[in-house]
């Protein structure tokens, strides 16, 4: 026996509370309006995102973890990226469209990643950003986690600058948090301690590398990684003779028109193990 609930108590079975719910959440918030979609994104572009995800992995700055979006080239608030899943498995059928919330256009069942917010909020606060990749680099963490900046150990890592901001989660989210950036807000303000910069280090869980292309943050996040290498390796030996301010923009402008080199070369090798 079932009645509306205006009426009385209704006596549904396990399977009808089920259906119920499912019905409910199926149903946007009053006021929600669903995000509409950009359109089709071009295929190279969509090609290309999956290969920065190969890419990454098989460059050692991603594992099961990590991932890379692109801002769609029809409309730029909207963004792409995969469901939630290593890397290394991406393919075409895996991506996905966000607003610059960071609401799924059209998820199709598919599980987003709970930080997709480092995304959305990094796009929003720097309309020249095109491409972001968040990662857990092994070598880069220990720079996030001590009182010794990242600087660009050479010319390779001019993007660097005078050295990578860190964030703190606990200044916006409490002593206790997950470290996991898993709302707008939190992302809001790791997108502030990046500011204008290329990479921003996140104490006690990874990095953010921000550019105008994927291939270019490709670039970045990779040679992040062999710069964090090279620099605790270099204060084995003694202090370190960094680039200066004017050394480091000089070779970041030259590298800028250069990054089709090596991504040529990484895009061979990763989707060669495909």
Known sequence: MSMCLCCGPASLSRRGLFATALAAAAVPAWG????????AAAPGLIDDLVAANRILYDQGVVDGFGHVSVRHDKEPDRYLLSRSMAP???????????????????????????????????????????????????????????????????????????????????????????????????????AATLGGHAIALMRGHGSVAAAQSIRHVVFRAIYTEVNARMQAEAMKLGTPKFLNAEEAAGASKANDALVDRPWALWKQRAMGKA
């Open 32 to 39: 929600q309006v669903q995000p509409k979609s950009a359109g």
């Open 88 to 190: 290394a498995l991406v393919t075409v059928d895996d991506i996905i469209e966000y607003d610059l919330d960071s609401n799924p256009v059209d998820p199709k069942g598919r599980t987003s990643y709970l930080e997709r917010y480092i995304h959305g909020e990094i796009y929003k606060a720097r309309p020249d950003v095109v491409a972001v990749v968040h990662s857990h680099s092994p070598a880069v963490i220990p720079f996030a986690d001590t009182d010794v900046p990242l600087r660009p150990m050479n010319h390779i890592a001019g993007f660097l600058g005078p050295g990578a901001p860190v964030f703190e989660i606990r200044d916006t989210g409490g002593p206790a948090t997950d470290t996991l950036i898993r709302n707008a807000s939190l992302g809001h303000a790791l």
